[in-house]
């Protein structure tokens, strides 16, 4: 009698904390959608990031130059365009 009840309570010991663990684990959706809030959350401080200095650049080389575009392209990679012949192409590039 007293092992049918020692192998009853292990067996409800056994089930309830495994039902506790299925309980508070987190599932795969909660946490799929919180690696997404954290990617954008980087990828707008990299932007931002970006921008600002961009945005700098361009200031600084407009004080200088007056045809003189600078912009980004897909590959984060910093354009400066400059129109103007080939003299001036060559003083801004050996300035810049």
Known sequence: MFK???????????LGTSSYSLI??????DTAVENQ??????????KEQMIN???RVAAKIHKK?????V???SEKELVIQV???QDYFNSVKNDI
């Not at 009840?5 to 010991?13: C, E, F, K, T």
């Not at 130059?65 to 575009?69: H, L, R, T």
């Open 4 to 14: 049918k009840i020692l192998i009853s309570a292990g067996i409800l010991i056994i």
């Open 24 to 29: 508070n684990k987190p599932s795969k959706a």
């Open 37 to 46: 809030k954290e990617q954008k959350r980087v990828v707008t401080k990299e």
């Open 53 to 55: 200095t961009l945005e």
């Open 65 to 69: 130059y007056q045809s003189v575009v």
């Open 71 to 73: 912009s980004m392209n």
């Open 83 to 85: 129109k103007g012949d």
